[in-house]
């Protein structure tokens, strides 16, 4: 039972990384800071929302995206104010431009050349000549060799 409760308490534990004196007064904003706060990375963690994570930086960027929030920003406001100060690498999911773009295209592209060099390489091979034989002075000579 006391392996059970263990299990449980571990699966849940991203459920309370917010602390409820994180929490806003107002449900909608607490609402919109709990969504805007799901697709932000903590700096610490890898691949970790700051929802999730119990980490100190991720309270702080918590509570700062709280304050944000309060004080009249949109949610693209508030976010873009996170992005200015900790980089694009905050955002779990990246804008799909600029020098973002060339990581984006850079594996179907990359597939795409391994496929054609592939094909490339096997039609190659379906046309390459059977290798010739030798002839019976290169077969003795052959032996020749081998023997000494």
């Given at each position: 039972?006391?392996?059970?409760?263990?299990?449980?308490?571990?699966?849940?534990?991203?459920?309370?990384?917010?602390?409820?004196?994180?929490?806003?007064?107002?449900?909608?904003?607490?609402?919109?800071?709990?969504?805007?706060?799901?697709?932000?990375?903590?700096?610490?963690?890898?691949?970790?929302?700051?929802?999730?994570?119990?980490a100190?930086?991720?309270?702080?960027?918590?509570?700062?995206?709280?304050?944000?929030?309060?004080?009249?920003?949109?949610?693209?406001?508030?976010?873009?104010?996170?992005?200015?100060?900790y980089?694009e690498?905050?955002?779990?999911?990246?804008?799909?431009?600029?020098?973002?773009?060339?990581?984006?295209?850079?594996?179907?592209?990359?597939?795409?050349?391994?496929?054609?060099?592939?094909?490339?390489?096997?039609?190659?091979?379906?046309?390459a000549?059977?290798?010739?034989?030798?002839?019976?002075?290169?077969?003795?000579?052959?032996?020749?060799?081998?023997r000494?």
């Open positions: 039972m006391k392996r059970l409760i263990l299990i449980l308490t571990l699966l849940a534990a991203p459920v309370w990384a917010v602390q409820p004196d994180e929490v806003l007064d107002d449900p909608a904003l607490e609402e919109r800071a709990r969504d805007l706060s799901t697709g932000l990375r903590c700096p610490v963690c890898q691949n970790e929302s700051i929802d999730e994570s119990n100190g930086i991720s309270r702080d960027l918590r509570i700062l995206l709280r304050e944000r929030l309060v004080a009249g920003d949109s949610d693209e406001e508030a976010v873009q104010f996170l992005v200015n100060r980089g690498y905050i955002l779990l999911s990246p804008t799909k431009s600029g020098a973002n773009l060339v990581l984006w295209l850079a594996a179907p592209v990359l597939l795409l050349v391994a496929a054609g060099v592939g094909y490339a390489s096997v039609r190659a091979r379906s046309k000549k059977a290798p010739e034989t030798l002839t019976d002075a290169e077969k003795a000579r052959l032996e020749e060799i081998m000494s």
